[in-house]
Each structure stands twice: as C-alpha cells, then as structure tokens.
C-alpha cells in the first residue's frame, strides 16, 4: 500500500470520527434522557447501577457511548433539568441559533431553513 494511500485513509477515518463525534454530542441530552427513562421503568436499579446506552452508527460502522460520569444519575437529571429551564426561559427565535451540520442533508426542514441550505451549498 503506497503512503498515499495510508494518508488517504488515515484522514478518512479522522473525518469519520470527527463527524461521529459531533453527531454523538448532539444525541448526548437524549441518550441521558433514555438511561433516566430506564431508571423510572426499572426501580429495582440502583444509583449504583451503571445503565449504557450505546449509540450505533452503521456507515461507518461505530459505537459511542458517553462517559459513565455523564450517565449516572444525577448527572442525567441535571442536564435534563438545565435543558428545560433553557426552553421555558427562550421565548424569541434567536435564543434558538440554528446549528447547521452534515445532518442538515437529511433534515425535513431544509426547505426553510437558511442556515441549513447555506451549509449544504457550502459543502458541495
Ligand atoms: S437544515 Fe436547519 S433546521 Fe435542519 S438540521 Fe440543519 S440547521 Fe437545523
């Protein structure tokens, strides 16, 4: 295999994880919120206990799982809580900043959305 070619897929791969890797932390807050959903569902689990969820990217084929720090459950319940004092204390669109990334290819709202459709363009 020729450096080229290892270079080639080196970057790839580093894209691969960069982009893995935004798309994790925009799934941080409902990852925590389905761990603190499997806590109310099965009481029998302790503080102690440790509950996973696994994010699973099939192209490329990737598994994430955040931090165990950030899946106990005081951590789960206080992102939960700062998430919804931030949405009733938002009232205008602009306490909304839209947040265009590769997933803006796949968004229902691109039709509508500047943001999104001028990071598209961009990325062409
Ligand atoms: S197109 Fe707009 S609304 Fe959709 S994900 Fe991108 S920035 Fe968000």
């Known amino acids: 295999m020729s450096a080229a070619t290892v270079d080639t897929l080196v970057d790839d791969e580093t894209s691969a994880l960069s982009m ?3 798309a994790a932390h925009d799934y941080q807050l ?3 919120a389905y761990a603190l959903a499997v806590r109310l569902l099965l009481p029998s689990l ?3 206990t440790m509950v996973n969820v696994t ?5 490329p084929n990737i598994e994430f799982r955040l931090p165990e720090k ?3 459950p005081k951590a789960c319940s206080d992102a939960l809580d700062a998430a919804m004092a931030e949405i009733v204390s938002s009232l205008q669109p602009e ?8 997933h803006c290819r796949m968004c229902s709202f691109l039709g509508i959305c500047k943001a999104g459709r001028e990071y ?5």
């Open 20 to 22: 893995v890797s935004i």
């Open 70 to 72: 950030l899946m106990k």
């Open 95 to 102: 306490h909304f900043p839209a947040k265009p990334s590769s």
């Open 120 to 124: 598209v363009v961009q990325g062409q």
């Open 30 to 32: 409902q990852m925590q």
């Open 55 to 59: 994010l699973h990217f099939l192209e």
């Open 46 to 48: 302790t503080d102690s």
